[in-house]
């Protein structure tokens, strides 16, 4: 395009078929993309340094990220727990028990009823809290007689064993009851709160990724200020001087990334040994689950992204800031 | 080609580097702009390069005026003015190709066609031999020529060159002067700002002479420039 001279013709960008034109520029910006990565291939420390630290700062919160996801996994497995314990009288006899243990039997909303006797109770409490001798001093059984109550899963829900519970503390045998949802849910207000802080750390580590490459991105350009000068010198636009730079961000976001998700997976397997031992021990089956591909993808798009955002911003502070002057 | 209208010069800090200046170099002319150092030389192509903007009056290329240009239209509207620099402002971590190629690069040729032009470009300042050399290994003579390479690879139909001969002895320069008479020749406009007046005496060409900002001179070389104060160099 010749701004001065009408009869000029610059046949280089301007073939007439603007289809060709078109493959042309994916092609030129293929092109600068490869460029920019033998850019960072020609200072190999200082770039894996950078992309080192990259990675930690973004396996960090991806790490969060994996807990609060099997955190939810495992709570959502207690939530259809709801368990409703319920304290009986002093001094009720035996066939009263029996006949309240059958009342709330019939209840559509129960799935289970249990009875722990008062002697149960101690004898059970005894073998598992280790005071089995300190306890024979006692002169008096201290413990209630307790009935477990477990609603179908129609009724498990925090509301629908509450209003169950209402309903089963009417009973005249009855003291009080207990739900034991709502420890789960003190609980979960708890992981709740955890859970806004890793997002706030989360995104004050994704912010720090974007800094560290807005700052290697500003260094690389102020290294080449000469270059960029002649650049301009020669008609370069801002857009074709600050391509290579954007290039380079999103590959230091990319690998980063990669990095990132590198360390994650090596924190899997070294936490999996020992979870393991631990499920063993506790005789439940606990498995990881690691990140996902559509969640390894947004990994890798959310870092490439925040490279293309840093390197955006020295760019358009650096490159527009340039301009040739001392010489000519 | 260019002309200057009441061209004023003055910058931030109140130094007036251009007075009212008015000139018309021709189309296809070629031309030496003198003066001694902080005459105005450097201000006048810069103003003609839009590396900065007159603070009043008027330059016109080829009867465009330069106010008019916008700041996104200057890179398009510097690819029509070749420019040669007294350091050659070359990139040193580049191959001779590289350097040469780089206008043709921004404005997005076919590598074939890149090759060819570089390959002509270099042959024209008879360097083609020096083609894959890196800058580092050529001499200053060299180097100036690899610049003039740079700047008419693309064609320019304007070519700029500020004190092109600065660094180099007098055979050398005459080799570049050579240089830019062949193109020249072949229709090219050339501006070329030097205080080398020992190159020029023996040249009958258009000369421009600035002094303090002000347009002294404005004629055929160089009989009555002794008058002007000018000790020639060398």
């Not at chain 1, 046949?11 to 993309?33: C, D, E, K, T």
């Not at chain 1, 200020?225 to 999103?250: D, M, S």
């Not at chain 2, 690069?105 to 590598?111: A, Q, R, V």
């Not at chain 2, 002094?211 to 020639?232: A, T």
């Amino acid at each position: 395009m010749s701004l001065l001279f009408n009869q000029r013709k610059s046949p280089g960008a301007n073939s007439a078929n603007p289809g060709h034109r078109l493959v042309m520029y994916f092609i030129r910006h293929l092109q600068q993309a490869l460029a920019s990565i033998g850019e960072l291939w020609r200072m190999p420390i200082s770039s894996l340094l950078t992309m080192a630290v990259l990675g930690v700062s973004l396996a960090l919160p991806t790490t969060l990220h994996l807990l609060m996801k099997n955190g939810q996994q495992l709570r959502s497995g207690w939530d259809s727990a709801a368990e409703i314990t319920l304290f009986m009288e002093e001094g009720v006899s035996e066939s009263q028990t029996q006949k309240v243990l059958r009342r709330i039997g019939l209840y559509e909303q129960v799935n289970k009823v249990t009875y722990v006797g008062a002697d149960d109770a101690l004898e059970e409490f005894k073998t598992l809290s280790g005071f089995g001798d300190a306890l024979s001093y006692l002169d008096k059984n201290p413990l209630p007689s307790v009935i477990l109550v477990i609603p179908t899963t129609q009724y498990s829900s925090p509301e629908g064993a509450r209003e169950l519970l209402e309903k089963l503390q009417q009973q005249p045998e009855i003291a009080f009851g207990k739900l034991d949802v709502t420890w789960l849910e003190k609980l979960s207000a708890i992981v709740n709160l955890l859970d806004d802080a890793a997002l706030a750390l989360g995104i004050l580590l994704l912010l720090a990724v974007a800094l560290v490459i807005a700052n290697t991105i500003r260094l690389s350009i102020l290294n080449r200020r000469e270059e960029i000068e002649v650049l301009k010198l020669v008609g370069a636009t801002n857009n074709f001087i600050r391509r290579p730079f954007l290039y380079t961000g999103i590959w230091y976001g990319l690998i980063g990334g990669l990095i990132a998700w590198v360390c994650v997976s090596l924190i899997l397997w070294w936490v999996e040994g020992t979870l393991l031992d631990l499920a063993s021990q506790l005789g439940s089956e606990l498995t990881l689950s690691g990140l996902s591909f559509s969640e390894f993808l947004i990994l890798i798009a959310l870092s490439s992204g925040l490279g293309w955002l840093g390197a955006y911003g020295s760019v358009m502070r650096h490159v527009y800031e340039i301009e040739p002057e001392n010489q000519l | 080609m260019i002309r200057f209208e009441e061209v004023t010069k003055i910058y931030p800090g109140g130094q007036q580097a251009l007075n009212r200046v008015n000139f018309h170099l021709q189309p296809g002319e070629m031309a030496f702009l003198t003066g001694h150092s902080g005459a105005g030389k450097s201000t006048l192509l810069k103003l003609i390069a839009m590396m900065e903007r007159p603070t009043s009056g008027q330059v016109f290329i080829n009867g465009h005026n330069l106010n008019k240009i916008t700041k996104k239209q200057v890179p398009f509207a510097r690819r029509d003015i070749g420019m040669i620099f007294q350091n050659h402002r070359l990139l040193m971590d580049r191959s001779v190709f590289n350097n040469v190629a780089l206008p043709l690069i921004i404005e997005g040729y076919h590598l074939s066609d890149i090759k060819r032009r570089v390959a002509a470009a270099l042959d024209k300042v008879g360097l083609l031999a020096k083609i894959n050399n890196m800058p580092n290994t050529l001499s200053g003579g060299e180097l100036q020529r690899v610049g003039i390479a740079r700047a008419i690879v693309n064609k320019p139909p304007l070519l700029l060159a500020d004190e092109p001969t600065g660094n180099l002895d007098p055979h050398l320069s005459m080799e570049i002067l050579k240089v830019f008479e062949d193109l020249n020749s072949v229709g090219v406009a050339v501006m070329i700002a030097t205080h080398d007046l020992g190159l020029i005496a023996r040249m009958k060409y258009h000369t421009f002479t600035l002094r303090q900002g002000q347009m002294i001179h404005d004629g055929l070389s160089s009989s009555d420039l002794r008058e002007s104060e000018f000790e020639p160099v060398i």
